[in-house]
């Protein structure tokens, strides 16, 4: 059961991304040489400040050294002289959530590198975007990626980099958040917001909050209860009959993703959330969303453990059950691309562990086809998590899988348990069909 703590009030700095179990994948976060102490009377170039969007400067973070940044946004003080501003930044080599907004005395104005990077400015003055274009650009997102090009992607991005809402209350957490999420406008100069945790309704003011609670009469996510085991349940809501629900859950989830874009077209989705019940309710940990209908054979769009729940196994089991979905389908499924580079550590590890697990049993030949049927996964992702592994030889002009018990041992210690179990008796249901 989770702990009562509240996941940020230490002060300390957040956790780089979690990596589910999957190895520990803070090394590539290199710090940078913290410069020499500066004297306390530092000249400051002229003509320097306010410091333009695009520079790079060294700023100083939580960890008291200093870090290359990229300003990516600035904002006058209330109350300040024409230069003084503070500045959102991105620290060069950290993960996107933890840019925030900095005071001028966390700089090192020295380490300014003048030279601004002309297509930041662009970018700049493509940031005001109209509505109208932002629409469009949200409206291309739900038909797909692919369909956007690099450049309003790109722009797109530049639109959403601030974080708005800094913090959420859901149930007994408070959660600091990790990016931006288009909240409608009413909401966006809240600092906090709260949401009830089991109608994903959400308010500016706690006291809203504790009014909602008394008449709220939902204890678990709308929809159906398709799975339950010891605490765990798995409800499934579909977006056309539970619309506000599940774009509630989108707004909430959008704060903890990157790069991936809200639907505001939830009829064409399912969603599937897990969580730990107990007297009081059924409380959210994590969801999943999945098409309806995947030309792609895509069974799983979106993914996401809430902070307070992660590095317990529950991405595993969110990745395992949707491959227990596919199985009940009689279909093969793949995640829906792009995947996060930490989506990818994620289910590399899962396809690992289902696929060498079987190789380790299987005493004679097998085909990748054959693993396929067996588990689900996609034979694409079979060949390249193999291929990956070096598992696939080139012997006698034909391609044939490794099997050495000792090469898979070393690979299985490697990815890693699976965590949390998807107990496939406990689960009940019945694959999606449109009522017409
Ligand atoms: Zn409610």
Known sequence: MGSLENTTENGEPMDLPPCNGVGGGDSSFALVETPPEKGLSRKIKPGILPLEVGTRVMCKWRDNKYHSVKVIERRKLNNGGPNDYEYYVHYVEFNRRLDEWVKLEQLDLDSVEADVDEKVED??????MTRHQKRKIDETHVEGHEELDAASLREHEEFTKVKNIATIELGRYEIETWY???????????????????????????????????KCDLKHPPGDEIYRSGTLSMFEVDGKKNKVYTQNLCYLAK??????TLYYD?????????CECDDRGCHM???????KHSEESYNLACILTLPPYQRKGYGKFLIAFSYE???????????????????????????????????????????????????????????????NLELIQYRKGQHAICADPKVLDRHLKAAGRGGLEVDVSKLIWTPYKEQS
């Open 123 to 128: 970018k700049a003055a493509s940031l005001k």
């Open 180 to 214: 931006f999420s288009p909240f409608p406008p009413e909401y966006s100069d809240s600092l906090k917001l709260y949401f009830c945790e089991f109608c994903l309704n959400f308010m500016k003011r706690k006291e809203q909050l504790q009014r909602h609670m008394r």
């Open 255 to 260: 704060l903890f993703l990157d790069h991936k």
């Open 266 to 274: 939830v009829d064409l989705f399912l969603f599937y959330i897990l």
């Open 285 to 291: 940990v994590g969801y999943f969303s999945k098409e």
């Open 325 to 387: 979905l596919s199985k009940k389908e009689g279909k093969v499924g793949t995640p829906e691309r792009p995947l996060s580079d930490l989506g990818l550590l994620s289910y590399r590890g899962y396809w690992t562990r289902v696929l060498l697990d079987i190789l380790k049993k299987h005493k004679s030949n097998i085909s990748i086809k054959e693993l396929s049927d067996m588990t689900a996964i996609k034979a694409d992702d079979i060949l390249s998590t193999l291929q």
